[in-house]
């Protein structure tokens, strides 16, 4: 990868400003970012009118990418240009450290750290791998055949409740206490600003709940008991963790964030939309119901396939990821554009914003449309929810992105062939913050195909 753009212009300063540190703007400021993501940005757009890269302020001076090409430039960059923040924080969210107790764990470490921590889960699900498919039969399915007599299921409890106990066994061979790990995925992270004030004022409004941190505890405790944990203590010690407590907690953040939280996070949007869009969900039903599981894989299913492909881009999570520039160097942008960069700036890929971009999304880019990929199968590679671009250089990305695809399709299979049910009043809409609202939206009048 090179530092310039080639062919395109000369490098133009980002538009926009940084605005003021002082209280109460980056409260306001980051309040409006992550509650209204869509209206905040689309003020911010018009104020450097209509540039797609631009500084502001959404709780810490950020310079945001809105478009496509920079998105690509920005998870295909070697880490010696683009690098994770050295802190354990996500932009302006931040972990809540009573639950972690500043644990090494992979998505919240740069450089070497970070190296270490990706080795020991690498390795986990390499060694596990070939255990997911009977582990997700025994958990999922079986699940799932309690769904019918609860009749309403919300969609990400439900999910939570069913995950949690399936990425713990799969991984672990244990089962913590299903409420502490809800509890645990429900306040794991809170906002964060860079006034002292504001982050003070969160740290009243948002407190962990004692017994949640509790519960944290038994999870931690239950990951110790596990009769693999020596083995993987013994993985951690050569990536240099000696620490049992550090790596007990690495392990419950990889299960509870990771895994079951961001396949149920994930599914809540996708599982909407498919109740909602009814030709696309039709469709699937009569792809699903022509397969014969003995002869095809899952991830032979091409209209499957698109239709997460348009969850992914439509929903992508976490929405937003950050790095910091570690040299000056030239962003490639949309319409043939290029923008000045400097050491120490904080970009942030604005992945939906990225994903609904019209020169690359021609058609008809903020509905959902899943045929789009069959038509041009190439726009997979413009879809970076995993954090990750084809060909990219940098060490980062989501460790479980094949796996995590192949369980989306085995979950929304399973449930499209097997159940029916009907979402009500649920709106899909970027300023929601979980893209869904109610939040708890629920799976109604729950039962099996044909009964
Ligand atoms: C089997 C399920 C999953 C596993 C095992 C898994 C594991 C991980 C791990 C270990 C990381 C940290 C990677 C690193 O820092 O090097 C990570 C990052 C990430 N994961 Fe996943 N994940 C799963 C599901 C998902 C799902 C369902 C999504 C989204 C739909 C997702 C999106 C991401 C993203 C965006 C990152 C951050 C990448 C970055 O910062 O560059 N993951 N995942």
Not at 11 to 37: A, Q
Not at 204 to 209: K, T
Not at 305 to 327: D, N, T
Request: net charge neutral.
């Amino acid at each position: 990868m090179t530092d310039t753009p080639g062919k395109q212009g000369s490098p133009i300063p980002v538009p926009g400003s940084y605005g003021t540190s002082f209280f109460p703007m980056p409260m306001l400021e980051v309040i409006g970012f992550l509650t209204k993501t869509g209206d905040y940005t689309e003020k911010q757009l018009k104020k450097v009118g209509g540039a797609t890269v631009f500084k502001a302020h959404p709780g810490i001076p950020t310079i945001l990418l809105c478009n496509n090409v920079s998105a690509e430039f920005f998870f295909k960059a070697p880490n010696d240009l683009l690098e994770r923040e050295d802190v354990q924080r996500f932009g302006p969210v931040e972990p809540q450290q009573k639950l972690i107790k500043h644990c090494n764990t992979a998505i919240l470490s740069s450089g070497e750290m970070h190296t270490r921590s990706r080795g020991l889960i690498d390795e986990i699900l390499r060694r596990r791998g070939n255990l997911m498919m009977s582990t997700f039969e025994r958990i999922c399915l079986e699940g799932f055949k309690q769904w019918p007599a609860q009749g309403k299921v919300p969609i990400e409890d439900g999910f939570q409740r069913l995950t949690a106990p399936f990425v713990f066994q799969w991984l672990l061979g244990v089962t913590p206490n299903i409420d502490d790990v809800v509890g645990w995925q429900n306040k794991i992270v809170g906002p964060y600003t860079d006034s002292g004030l504001t982050n003070l004022m969160f740290k009243l409004l948002v407190r962990v709940p004692g017994k949640v941190v509790a519960g944290s505890e038994r999870i931690t405790e239950v990951v110790r008991s596990s009769s693999l944990f020596s083995e993987y203590m013994e993985l951690a010690r050569k990536q240099g963790f000696t620490d049992e407590d550090n790596v007990a907690r690495q392990l419950v953040f990889v299960c509870a964030f990771n895994m079951s939280g961001g396949i149920s996070r994930f599914l809540l949007p996708s599982v909407t939309a498919i109740s909602i869009n009814t030709d696309a969900r039709a469709r699937m039903i009569a792809e699903l119901d022509a397969w014969d599981p003995e002869k095809t894989d899952i991830n032979d299913l091409p209209y499957l396939e698109a239709v997460l492909f348009e969850c992914m881009r439509l929903y992508p999570w976490p929405r937003f990821i950050h790095k910091k520039a570690h040299r000056d160097f030239v962003l490639p942008a949309d319409n043939g554009l290029a923008y000045q960069i400097h050491k120490g700036d904080l970009l942030m890929s604005h992945t939906p914003f990225v994903h609904r971009d019209a020169t690359v999304f021609k058609n008809d880019p903020l509905n959902f449309r899943p045929q789009r990929f069959i038509d041009e199968p190439g726009l997979k590679d413009k879809v970076f929810t995993f954090g990750w671009a084809r060909n990219q250089a940098g060490s980062y990305g989501c460790a479980g992105r094949s796996p995590a695809e192949y369980l989306w399709k085995l979950l929304v299979g399973h449930l499209a062939r097997n159940y029916t049910w009907e979402v009500r009043g649920a709106n899909l809409n970027l300023n929601n913050t979980l893209d869904v609202s109610p939040g708890d939206v629920a799976m109604e009048g729950f039962k099996q195909r044909n009964a």
